[in-house]
C-alpha cells in the first residue's frame, strides 16, 4: 500500500547574495515550514488548514495550491490532494516565504506519487506558484528550498540550474524589521538600465563569490559580496541599513546584504560563533530603531526540503 | 653569482571568454612570445632588439619597455635592463600580444631581481604596460599570461585576481581574419548602458561557466558560453561571424566567441580531436570569405610564463 500521507520542512531561503541578483540563492537551516500533504479521493487541490499566516484558502490564490496544480497537471494523476500548511516563515519578510510553500508542496506530492518528476521540474513546478507572489516568475527562492546548499539559476528560458559548492562552515545571520515592503513594490523601484561598468563589476562579483565558494576561500567570498546594482536603490526602503552594515562587518561577518527584496537583512560568517555575535551586534544596533524586528542565526540547509522529524 | 640573463615563453591569451567581459581570461599552450631579459650596467630599460613584428623601439612607447619600468621602479634596483622581443603573437590579433610581452618582460625581471614582487604585482605592473596598448588599463589578458588556466579579475581597485579550476581537457580553437581591428575602436563601439535584463542573463552565465568550471560540467560550460552584452554589438565589425559560429558549433566546439576585443575569434572544445574538427570546420567555413586568416589549436596552459625551452 501506497503512503498517502507526508509532512515535510521546507526551509527559508536567502535569495541575491548581494551580487547574484536573480541568480543566487541560499537554504537556511533554523528557519522553515511545515507542510502536510495528502492523497484524496476528492479532485484537484484543496487547502484543508493554514496555521501561523494569513493566507488564502483558496488553492487557485495560494502559492502552493498553484504549485500542486501544476504538478498534478503534468501528472495525469486522477485524485484529489489536500495541503496543510504550518508557516513559520513570516509572509512578506523576505526569506522566501511563499517559496518555502511551493517547494515543499511540489516536493511532497511528487513523493507520493512515487517520484515521477526531477528536481528541475519541481522547481519549474513551484515556479508557477512563486509567480502568484511576485508578479515575475523567479526561482532563486525555490531552487535552493529544493536542492539545498546554495544554486545558481544560470538563465530562465529554458531553466537551468546549477548547485554550487557550499562550505559546511558557512553561517547566515537574518534580522527582520517588520515593516511591509511587498516583492512586486520592491521590484518597481529598480531601474530598467545599469551601466556596463556597473554590469562587469557586479559579474567580477558573482564569478568571485562563486569561486571563492568551490575554493572555500573566505577572503575572496568575503570581497565579492558586493551589490553595485540593486542593493544602492533598495536599500533606501529599509531603514537602518547602513548602521546594520557597519555593525555586521565590525562583529565579523563576511558581507551583509539584503535577502530578496526585503525588508529582512542578511549576513554570511564563518562559524557559528562568528554568526551569533553578528546576530548580537544587529540586535543592539537595530534596537535604537523604534522598529519591531526578529532575528536568528542559521547553519545551511544542505539537502532543501525534506521529510519533518522534530524541526525547532 | 646570480643569473642576469633569461629567456621566457610568454603564452597569447584569450580574454573574455564570451560572458565574462573584462573579467575572465585564459592562457594557451600553442602560441607565445619569447622575451629575453638581461641585467646591464646602463641605468634604465632598453629594447634592444624585435623580431617578427613592427613594435617601437623606445621603452617608454613599448608595452614590455613600459611594464618593466614600472617593476624597476617599485624595486629599488639601480641597474638596467636591456630586452629583446621574438613576436610570435601577431599585434592586433586579439590574442593577447601586448599583454604577453608585458607579462613576460615583467616575470623574467621578477626571477632575475630574485622574485621580491608577488603574481598580483606582477599583473599591476604589465597592466600599467597594458594601459599604453589599449588606452585603459585591463588585466583580463596580464593575469592568465602570468598565472596560467583561467584566471577572473574580481575588480580592478584593489586588483582582485582569483584562478578558476581549468579542465586538463579543455582546447581552444583560434582563427584569426588578418582584418586589423583596434582594441580601442572596438572598445568604442560599446555602449554605455546595457539593460538590467542583459546584466542578470550576463552574470548567470559569468555564474554557469564558472561552477562548470569547478565541476567539469561540459554541459553547464557549453551553455554558459554566452554573451549577451558585447558580442551582438561587437560581432558587426568581425565578417563571417555568423557563418563560423554555426561551423564551430556543428563540429562539437562547446561555444564559439569573440577573443578580447577581435578580430581573432575563438572556440573551446572537450578535448584535442574535437579541438582539431573544429579548426577544419572554421577553416572550411572561411576559405569563402576572401580573407586571408591563420588558424591554430591548443590546450589551455597550466602555468604562464615560464623559461624558454624549445617551445614551438
Same mark, same amino acid.
Given at each position: 500500500m501506497h503512503q498517502t500521507l507526508l509532512s515535510v520542512f521546507c526551509p527559508a531561503t536567502i535569495a541575491n547574495? /548581494?551580487?547574484?541578483?536573480?541568480v543566487l540563492g541560499l537554504a537556511l537551516e533554523g528557519v522553515g515550514d511545515r507542510m502536510t500533504v495528502r492523497l484524496s479521493g476528492h479532485e484537484g487541490v484543496r487547502i484543508t488548514r493554514i496555521t501561523g499566516g494569513e493566507l488564502p484558502m483558496e488553492a487557485e490564490k495560494n502559492v502552493a495550491g498553484v504549485a500542486a496544480m501544476a504538478l498534478l497537471e503534468a501528472s495525469g494523476y486522477q485524485g484529489g490532494v489536500e495541503i496543510e500548511i504550518e508557516k513559520h516563515i513570516l509572509p512578506g519578510s523576505g526569506i522566501g516565504s511563499s517559496a518555502a510553500s511551493a517547494a515543499g508542496a511540489v516536493w511532497a506530492l511528487n513523493q507520493l506519487l512515487?517520484?515521477?518528476? /526531477?528536481l528541475p521540474e519541481l522547481v519549474s513546478f513551484a515556479v508557477a506558484g512563486e509567480a502568484l507572489a511576485s508578479g515575475t516568475p523567479h526561482a532563486d527562492n525555490v531552487a535552493p528550498a529544493l536542492y539545498g546548499g546554495i544554486t545558481l539559476i544560470?538563465?530562465?528560458?529554458p531553466l537551468d540550474i546549477a548547485r554550487v559548492h557550499c562550505p559546511l562552515l558557512l553561517h547566515a545571520v537574518v534580522l527582520h524589521p517588520q515593516i511591509e515592503l511587498k516583492t512586486s513594490d520592491s521590484r518597481s523601484i529598480l531601474k530598467r538600465n545599469i551601466t556596463l561598468q556597473q554590469g562587469i563589476r557586479q559579474w567580477g562579483n558573482v564569478g568571485g563569490l562563486i569561486t571563492g565558494l568551490f575554493t572555500e576561500d573566505y577572503g575572496l567570498i568575503s570581497r565579492s559580496?558586493?551589490?553595485?546594482?540593486i542593493e544602492p536603490v533598495r /536599500?533606501?526602503?529599509?531603514?537602518g541599513f547602513a548602521e546594520m552594515r557597519e555593525s555586521a562587518l565590525r562583529a565579523g561577518a563576511l558581507g551583509f546584504g539584503i535577502?530578496? /527584496?526585503?525588508?529582512s537583512v542578511f549576513a554570511l560568517c564563518r562559524g557559528a560563533q562568528v554568526a551569533r555575535e553578528t546576530e548580537e551586534a544587529l540586535k543592539q544596533s537595530y534596537e535604537s530603531m523604534g522598529i519591531p524586528f526578529k532575528t536568528f542565526s542559521s547553519p545551511v540547509n544542505q539537502q532543501g526540503v525534506r521529510p519533518w522529524k522534530n524541526e525547532p
Open positions: 547574495l /548581494s551580487c547574484g541578483f536573480d512515487g517520484n515521477p518528476f /526531477s544560470r538563465g530562465y528560458d559580496l558586493e551589490d553595485v546594482v /536599500s533606501l526602503l529599509i531603514p535577502s530578496g /527584496s526585503g525588508p
